[in-house]
């Protein structure tokens, strides 16, 4: 449910001690295997009482392959907006009929391949609808939909809100002739029996969200009435629970989500349409934690300042937006203890060369020295799982803790048997890890940017180049 303070002192303790966290390994994301299955329990409860539902995970959100097998084998379906989360999905072991592809810019190849494979589909606009029809195998098994945009309105952050007047997704459903023009394209195509909707993501209020997909529930109605059948049989119903950065609890909860939608539309979940969610956020950011070694203190025009690990190539959004995207910070020592004392304002810096590469300013923490760790809070979602390659920094390692009390079958962790677990599980008191993703070297970087090419402007040219 959320990597509580507690939990995450106990597993940055056991980092260091396991050496995952050191002078050498100085950054690292760490996640909360047990809290993420339970954050999927509450997903699942939360709409027990709807007949046919498809929780699609968002995989931009954590698009790490183990964390998506983890929540396949937990019973959910997955979101993918690209060639490479597709590939992602099926690596993790998703059934095609339970990936649901939303990429906004889909090519023809794409949509060819996503046929093929029975994935489902949701088309951005009327031309991809077009495009659809001259590509459609005979005997097709993806459920097709078209993604409208209610056009609701925008939440607290602008560029998490899909619901705008003029934002870039789906068919705008208000703009004058659009609600007709969407009416016929599915009368005319018998196939077409999904809508889909993402209303926005952190900073949407719940109320907008439930006022768009009451909107797309008007409009299935519709298109049912005119095409004279049950033309119209899921719903999908998007993402963007928004997340609480400020403290452990988690609020709002999918329960009341579910609440707000059944307010406002009493029968959105009924079960006369099935129903699919493309969570993410809600689902992984409580339940991970960034870790970063404290390199350097030091102090300008009055205002310390630690130099850290963890800066834009982790916490991009928060670099950039530190308005909309403020992260919790806390501090511990070289052996992983909670660090105590008098609060002093830090700006906890990063390693990137551009000055406003500051993860939190003026946070107040215990002083701190060369060789503490900072913890960011609540970035299981976006952060570590999507780094940014600025300055070639490498993708820092990720792994996934097992804590003694979440073992499955009540066995305690560190009592398994067999090869893989003892290669691959690090035993500890209380706090297991697997390597989710290890750190890139410093040749892995060079080989990504050509590295085995290097002569190519030298010699390289040819009148077709290749590959
Ligand atoms: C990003 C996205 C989601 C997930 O949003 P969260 O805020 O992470 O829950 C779901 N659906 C679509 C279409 C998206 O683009």
């Not at 999908?236 to 988690?250: K, Q, R």
Request: glycine content about 12%; some cysteine; proline content about 6%.
């Amino acid at each position: 449910m959320s990597f509580s303070t507690d939990k995450v002192a106990r597993a940055v303790r056991q980092a260091v001690t396991d050496g995952l966290l050191a002078e050498d390994r100085p950054v690292a994301g760490l996640l909360d295997v047990g809290g993420v299955r339970e954050s999927v329990s509450a997903l699942r409860g939360a709409f027990a009482g709807v007949p046919e539902v498809l929780h699609a995970f968002a995989a931009k959100a954590c698009p790490l392959v183990p964390v998506l097998r983890l929540l396949a084998d937990a019973g959910l379906g997955c979101e993918v907006a690209s060639p490479g989360e597709l590939r992602l999905a099926l690596d993790a072991g998703f059934a095609p009929e339970r990936i649901v592809l939303d990429s906004p810019a889909k090519t023809r190849g794409e949509i060819r391949e996503a046929l093929a494979l029975g994935v489902a589909l949701n088309a951005d606009n009327l031309g991809e609808l077009d495009r659809i029809d001259a590509l459609r195998p005979e005997h097709c098994s993806s459920v097709l939909g078209l993604r409208v945009n209610p056009q609701v309105g925008g939440g607290s952050i602008g560029a998490m809100s899909t619901a705008t007047a003029q934002s870039k997704f789906g068919v705008a459903l208000r703009d004058p002739g659009a609600r007709e023009r969407v009416v016929e394209a599915f009368v005319r195509r018998p196939w077409l029996t999904r809508l889909h909707a993402h209303v926005g993501s952190q900073g949407c209020p719940l109320p907008l969200i439930a006022e768009g997909l009451a909107a797309l529930h008007g409009l299935a109605e519709e298109i049912d009435a005119r095409a004279g059948r049950r033309q119209v049989t899921s719903l999908d119903l998007g993402g963007g629970l928004p997340v609480n950065f400020a403290d452990d609890s988690v609020t709002p909860t999918y329960a009341a989500y579910v609440a707000a939608l059944t307010a406002v539309e009493p029968a959105l979940l009924d079960g006369r349409y099935g129903v699919v969610t493309e969570f993410g956020r809600s689902l992984l950011a409580k339940n991970g934690v960034t870790v970063a070694r404290v390199e350097y203190v030091k102090e300008a025009g009055g205002r310390r300042i630690a130099l850290t690990h963890a800066g834009a190539q982790v916490a991009t959004r928060t670099v950039f937006m530190p308005a909309s995207w403020p992260l919790r910070v806390s501090a511990y020592g070289p052996d992983g203890t909670p660090k105590q004392g008098p609060l002093t304002p830090y700006d906890i810096a990063g390693p990137l060369c551009f000055a406003g590469d500051v993860v939190a300013h003026a946070h107040p923490l215990p002083e701190l020295a060369e060789g503490d760790l900072v913890v960011l809070h609540d970035t299981g979602a976006y952060y570590f799982s999507a780094p940014w390659a600025y300055n070639s920094l490498p993708r820092p390692a990720v792994y996934g803790c097992l804590f003694e009390e979440d073992g499955e079958d009540g066995r305690e962790v560190g009592e398994e048997e067999g090869e893989e677990s003892a290669r691959d599980g690090r035993r500890g008191a209380g706090v297991l890890f697997a390597t989710v993703r290890a750190a890139q070297s410093a040749r892995e970087i060079s080989l990504e940017n050509g590295a085995d090419r290097a002569d190519a402007l030298l010699a390289g040219f040819a009148a077709r180049p290749r590959g």
